[in-house]
């Protein structure tokens, strides 16, 4: 069916082998034939850029491509896709205007460059007509950027709510689920390594107004002056105020907000108290969430890991595979890749495998419950839980099974034996139940 | 900053003015302009195919751009983007096969057509090498086969839950918050128009099921054979199930359920009891959601309207810019549009207004309360509701407001006043409330 061709390689370098970059050069390894097989593109790692090398790695990678200068990625004409992973606005910065200049195309997760020097790289781009996927900088695995600016391009976005700091969100539901002072969960999430040693840009708000202004950038398509933006950490949050929020319905979450009115931009990242029914409220510990009003697709929620090596690895390889299909003239990508027919078959449900709730309408007689018991247990279905329920009619009392996990053939059987009894007034009520 | 170029014209038609057709319309008559000033491409409706002439219409369009005869669509060569809005098995299949042959890329919310026929529809797509847009045919103003196409391409996605159909989910969630039987639910849904007079499609599950095939097929890159998969609706089920379900900690929701394994796909659709605090037990009324797990990026959920004319228009959309985008060559999409400078100027923090909750400190004697409220009431700030809470330390009570929405400049001038009288113990804590 598809029409082969020779493969398309595109070359990438990376600038920074740490948590990020060890995870996108696995990926790149464990993935490139898949890729290659699918898309007729072949990622080809050309070099990285580390600080020593002779430094142990979480990831194997040939001598031969490491390299300790970054000018040997810069002017490699063969690498089409710089990889920037080191973070930081200097010697970032620099870095990536050099690439813009050489020719390449910027995949980067770095938050603070792209907050507070954002008109510079996004004008390079523009200027030297290059891509710059910024997808790992703002919630990790959650592809909010290509949501807003792909997925809603034909809406205005009149605001959004974002939980966009994992730290922040385990210290506040830590403090929350076990009334414990903002010192004890931080010191929880140190030990737990999702707080840094010096937790300062993260308590502060610092990392939120940054991911604040990549998102107000995408969602209103305006440039921020990120010194403009008002911030207010966690840090002098009270046990005591949380518990008085929960009593009068609110949770307490940090929000990076923005907001488009007529006169201009409300931006601004502080604790916030959320109706505990807000969608937001009931994102717990290190999750990420953005929800945002898009005046044709309404209301929308993202939610996922914000941090992490494979989430955020998985976001640079999204913004790689995206460029690399643009610059390579993409040949018959809209129409997803099928696998071989047959070898994904879908199972017959009494295979399945699943956990039951049970209602049996019965006699409210002796010995009844013992011959439901018998019937499950001869079919080898174990009960996890029996609750009988008052009735106004003896002879159809509710009782309600919950069992363990059972396979959906034996349940069906057990079924047939005990609704042919003459003990139940009605056909037994199955719904299943997922974790 | 941005090199002008011509603009390219790419030609739209449209067959079925219906809901989502007129919302198309509107949305491309609306934004053509920002369109092309954002991208260099002139989005052109050339022709819509109605089955009258003289219907009134929900939407405002010339009767030269009308026609009855789908071939004057298919015939026109100025068509480069077919979109198909008519839904049903056939005609629209062979038109779809019309439209390919003819050498168009096709857009389409056609979800029986696609679950049912994917593999001929997706194979004609691959076989003359154009764009197949489906967004609008699950979720729709949900980005969801984005983020699952490209968003999480490097990821393999090892099962997701849906909820896929709003009208259950409306019925679903008045029966659980109304205790009324699912008769009465249905009559409420019909009256607000969520569901059809004939609802069969919806509350049997088979839209479910339609969905789940399509999402299948994205998320585990497999055919799937829509007769195959296992559909059970919501026809039969009780409020007391609903109600016994809740006592035991469960929500009762109808999923699209969708998982990969070793041996095969397991793929359902039925009523199924959810923990309460999982993330799709919170999803009420006629909002979708999609869980998975990617296993790269982690759990992902993404959530809003599912229905509706303009969320679906807003799909339809988001694929007709996007295959106009990539069929023009594309020029420097990736670095978003940037509006003038200083035109979205951000607020100063003053000029914020917000619901406030305020924690004060106070010394447990007559008269502080009307201090406060006095000094709250000068700054035209008024109070929703205070609360008193017991300390053992009788210098230091708190007291908790909630206010109305003030501006902030005003509570700080207030709360100036307030933390300099000597009745209060400490700075007054302040956390905005957001709705």
Known sequence: MRITKSSKIIGIGILGLGTVGSGVVTLLRRQAAAIERKT???????KVCVKSLTKKRAVKIPQRLLTTHVQDLLKDRSIDIFVELVGGIQPAKKIMAQAFQNGKHVVTANKALLAEKGNFIFGLARKHSKKLGIEASVCGGIPIIKAIKEGLASNTISHFLGIVNGTCNFILTRMSDQAIPFEEALR?????????????????????????????????????????????????????????????????????????????????????????????????????????????????LFYGKGAGKFPTASAVMSDIIDIAK??????????????????????????????????????????????????????????????????????????????????????????????????????????????
């Open 40 to 46: 007729g593109i072949r990622l080809v790692l050309k």
């Open 188 to 300: 929880q999430a140190q030990q737990k390594g999702y707080a840094e040693k010096n937790p300062a840009l993260d308590i502060r708000g610092i990392d939120s107004a940054h991911k604040l202004a990549i998102l107000a950038r995408m969602a209103f398509g305006a440039e921020v002056r990120f010194d403009s933006i008002p911030v207010e950490g966690i840090e002098s949050l009270a046990v005591a105020d949380i518990e008085y929020a929960k009593e009068l319905g609110y949770s307490i979450k940090l929000l990076a907000i923005g907001k488009r009115h007529q006169q201009g931009l409300e931006l601004r990242v502080h604790p916030t108290m959320l109706p505990l029914d807000h969608p937001l409220s009931n994102v717990r510990g290190v999750y990420n969430a953005v929800f945002l009003h898009a005046d044709q697709a309404g209301n929308l």
């Open 326 to 435: 643009r610059i390579s003239g993409e040949v018959d990508l809209k129409a997803p890749v099928v696998s071989v027919p047959g070898k994904l078959k879908i199972y017959p449900i009494e295979n399945m495998r699943s956990k039951y709730y049970l209602r049996f309408q019965v006699a409210d007689r002796p010995g009844v419950l013992g011959r439901i018991a018998q019937a499950l247990g001869k079919n080898h279905i174990s009960i996890l839980s029996v609750h009988q329920k008052e009735s106004h009619d003896p002879r159809s009392v509710p009782v309600i099974i919950l069992t363990y996990e059972a396979q959906e053939k034996n349940l069906r059987r057990a079924l047939k034996a005990i609704d042919s009894g003459n003990f139940v007034s009605r056909k037994t009520v199955v719904i299943r139940v997922e974790k």
